[in-house]
């Protein structure tokens, strides 16, 4: 079973401060989403990273994928209200029993209180 | 997100009945996938459908449920005599190709009486 491990599950913090969450897996993966899901909602992508050791910054949010492409983290500076939500990772797999599904983690509970 | 449709956004249902959950892929995507949330919880794949055919049913239940993907219309996820566990947020997402990142619909929320 391809597992993504999430950390933390939740998470409370105030405005301004800093955050980071995490997806571990022992599998290898081909590409890593993060995607943010408001209540109510669906999940809607941040970010893909596809190369071992890739940084990308989304504004305030930046993403990495592990050297080993096993996992990979979120870190937002200077958190601010709207973005609290659920933030989901799901990796995905290329090769010839590839159908493009996605694994996703647990997710993680963000709540930042003005 | 908002080109993949998916209706309806609510359905109740009582032990024993039929759900119906149906999604319209963003224009020019051809490939559908079906996910379910329970609470608190990460999405789980269900099925991947391509038009007319299922490609991947390895996350479907064995009974009860079904999915389609017909030439005209949308993807329909059929859940034969529901029971209080089916009750969970039920995603479709569609992409364009099979290497392209994978939009989602607002999901179709099952509640089971």
């Known amino acids: 079973t391809q597992l993504l491990e999430q950390s933390p599950q939740f998470l409370s913090i105030q405005e301004g401060e800093n955050l980071t969450v995490y997806c571990n897996s022992s599998?290898?993966?081909?590409?890593l989403q993060w995607y943010r899901q408001e209540p109510g909602e669906g999940p809607v992508l941040l970010v893909t990273?596809?190369?071992?050791?890739e940084v990308k910054k989304l504004k305030r949010l930046t993403f990495q994928f592990g050297d080993a492409r096993k996992d990979s983290s979120l870190h937002i500076t200077a958190a601010q209200p709207g973005d609290t939500g659920l933030y989901l990772c799901?990796?995905?797999?290329?090769?010839?029993?590839?159908?493009?599904?996605?694994?996703f983690g647990q997710g993680t509970t963000l709540q930042v209180k003005p | 997100n908002a080109g993949v449709m998916q209706n309806p956004r609510h359905l109740v249902r009582r032990r024993g009945q039929e759900a119906r959950l149906r999604c319209s892929p963003m224009?020019?995507?051809?490939?559908v996938y079906w996910y379910r949330q329970l609470p608190e919880e990460g999405l789980k794949f269900m099925v991947y459908?391509?038009?007319?055919?299922?490609?991947?049913e390895s996350g479907m239940p064995k009974e009860r449920f079904s999915a389609e993907f017909p030439k005209e219309g949308p993807s329909i996820l059929r859940i034969q005599q529901v029971v209080r566990g089916d009750s969970a947020a039920y995603f479709c997402?569609?992409?364009?190709?099979?290497?392209?990142?994978?939009?989602f619909g607002p999901g179709t929320r099952l509640t089971v009486l």
């Open positions: 990273v596809v190369t071992g050791g």
């Open positions: 799901a990796g995905g797999k290329d090769g010839s029993s590839n159908t493009g599904k996605l694994i």
């Open positions: 997402a569609s992409r364009q190709g099979l290497y392209n990142e994978q939009f």
């Open positions: 224009k020019g995507h051809s490939h």
């Open positions: 599998s290898v993966f081909s590409s």
């Open positions: 459908l391509q038009k007319e055919n299922i490609i991947d």
